[in-house]
C-alpha cells in the first residue's frame, strides 16, 4: 500500500463508478487492518476467530506485499477468504430478486466472478504495512441470527476508526456476510452498483462487469 489515500486514488483511475469510489474508500481503510492482539486470538467465540483469521492473512500479505506480485496474494488470500466469506451467500444477497430470475448456470458463474473480484480487492490492495493496530473485540452483538463482530483501527498517532463484521452460521461455520463502515453496508452498495449492469444485461451483464473489474485489480 502507497499512504491511506493511494487506493482511492488507485481505483478512481480504473473505475469511476460511484459504488466502486466508496468500496476503495471502505479499502482504504481495510487495508491498514494487522492481526489482532493476542488477547482476541485466544478468544473461543468462533465468529471472533474467523475474523481474527482474517485480519492475520491479510498482515501476511501486506508485509510481504512489496516482494511478492499481486497473483501470489491472490493465491495466498484465496483459501483464507473463501474460508471466512461467505461468498455465494453475498453474491445472492448482493444481486437481490433478480437473483431468482437466473438460471443455476448463471448463478454459478455469477458466485464464480464475485468471488474473484472480492479476492482481487484484497490481493490488490493489501501489500503495504506501516505500523498499524487492529483490535477484535470478543464480545459479539446478536442480531437475530446473526453476530456482529466490533473492530477497532488505529494508525500510528491517528484516531481509532471502527468496522462491524456482521457474521452469520453457514453449514456449521460462521462466516461474514457484510462489513459496515462508518454505518455503511458493503452489500448496499453492491446491490446498487449491480443493479445497473442487471437492468442492462441480465446475469450475462453482471458477469462481464464483475471480470472486467477483477482484471483490472490484478494488473
Not at 94 to 120: C, E, H, M, N
Not at 177 to 196: E, I, K, Y
Request: proline fraction near 5%; charged fraction near 15%; aromatic fraction near 8%.
Amino acid at each position: 500500500m502507497h499512504g491511506h489515500c493511494a487506493i482511492v486514488e488507485r481505483y478512481s483511475t480504473r473505475e469511476s463508478h460511484p459504488m466502486v469510489t466508496r468500496f476503495a474508500m471502505f479499502l482504504c481503510v481495510l487495508v491498514l487492518a494487522p492481526a489482532a492482539n493476542s488477547a482476541c486470538a485466544a478468544a473461543s467465540e468462533p465468529a471472533v476467530t474467523q475474523v481474527q483469521t482474517l485480519t492475520s492473512a491479510l498482515l501476511k500479505a501486506m508485509k510481504a506485499g512489496p516482494h511478492t506480485s499481486v497473483t501470489a496474494r491472490y493465491r495466498a488470500l484465496k483459501p483464507v477468504v473463501e474460508q471466512t466469506f461467505a461468498l455465494p451467500l453475498m453474491t445472492r444477497l448482493s444481486v437481490g430478486p433478480d437473483w431468482a430470475k437466473f438460471s443455476p448456470q448463471q448463478q454459478t458463474a455469477l458466485v464464480t466472478a464475485f468471488s474473484r473480484y472480492t479476492i482481487a480487492n484484497y490481493a490488490h490492495n493489501f501489500d503495504d504495512y506501516n505500523g498499524q493496530h487492529f483490535a477484535v473485540d470478543d464480545n459479539v452483538i446478536d442480531r437475530g441470527p446473526d453476530k456482529v463482530v466490533q473492530t477497532s483501527l488505529t494508525s500510528p498517532g491517528g484516531t481509532p476508526t471502527n468496522l462491524l463484521y456482521r457474521m452469520r452460521e453457514v453449514d456449521g461455520t460462521w462466516k461474514i456476510v457484510d462489513v459496515f463502515f462508518n454505518g455503511v453496508s458493503q452489500l448496499t452498495l453492491h446491490r446498487v452498483d449491480f443493479a445497473s449492469a442487471i437492468g442492462s444485461g441480465g446475469a450475462p451483464a453482471l458477469i462481464t462487469y464483475l471480470n472486467r473489474l477483477s482484471d483490472g485489480l490484478m494488473k
